[in-house]
């Protein structure tokens, strides 16, 4: 399945952070969301191959990731804030051409961010 | 109007009971659509795509009626292990762009 990693991180108001992404191996696209409690998993940015297809869901210039060789991406978040704390979600699927080309989006754990 | 609505509930039903959640989308234009299951402090998994003229498995059934932009998802004979928060997910249109509904919260009760 999808891995993710860390779990968990407690970070201090002010400092950067850097999580990881390990997809499915022979899905095609990356998603990257954010959860906050009561609400369902918001779009941050997507990658169809090592590029970012779609990075509109990044709230501001803070927020980066990457996904170099087009498999394990790493989403970074610099001078983090309080408002931040949200459980980081990572989904990969593979696009299958034809069928409608839907793809079907399968979830990691997830990184819950604690900002003090 | 927001993109996808959901009534967050909690829907509380006795085991055995039929239950249906509905989803609405703002654009008429979206083509792809599912139903997610959160469990608590867990990752959504998915539960079903919803096709056109609607799908069933086993006791889940999804439709979609695309005149009144909403999808919906019914569920038989509630098991105490089909509590969880159910998402809608909605594609945006031309994109592969995904928005999720704040979830609609079952609880099965014994």
């Known amino acids: 399945g999808v891995s993710q990693n860390p779990r968990h991180k407690i970070t201090k108001r002010g400092q950067n952070v850097t999580f990881r992404c390990d997809p499915i191996s022979e899905h095609n696209r990356l998603y990257w969301y954010r959860q906050t409690l009561g609400q369902g998993p918001e779009f941050l940015i997507y990658f169809q191959g090592t590029g970012a297809a779609d990075d509109s869901g990044l709230p501001n210039d803070r927020f980066f990731a990457v996904r170099p060789e087009g498999s394990v991406s790493t989403l970074k978040i610099q001078r983090t804030e309080r408002g931040d704390s949200a459980v980081y979600l990572c989904?990969?699927?593979?696009?299958?051409?034809?069928?409608?080309?839907?793809?079907?989006?399968?979830f990691g754990p997830g990184t819950r961010l604690t900002v003090l | 109007r927001k993109e996808v609505e959901q009534d967050p509930g909690p829907f509380n039903v006795p085991e055995g009971a039929t239950v249906a959640f509905n989803c609405t989308y703002s654009n008429s234009a979206s083509q792809s659509f599912f139903w997610y299951r959160q469990d608590c402090r867990k990752e959504p998994k998915l539960l079903m795509s919803?096709?056109?003229s609607g799908n069933e498995d086993g006791r889940f059934t999804a439709q979609l009626n695309r005149a009144s932009q909403y999808i919906s998802l019914l569920i038989r004979d509630s098991k105490l292990s089909d509590s969880a928060t159910y998402l809608c997910?909605?594609?945006?249109?031309?994109?592969?762009?995904?928005?999720f509904g704040t979830g609609t919260r079952l609880k099965v009760l014994a």
């Open positions: 989904a990969s699927s593979l696009l299958r051409q034809g069928a409608g080309g839907t793809d079907t989006q399968y």
């Open positions: 997910v909605v594609n945006v249109p031309g994109t592969y762009k995904y928005i």
């Open positions: 919803v096709y056109s």
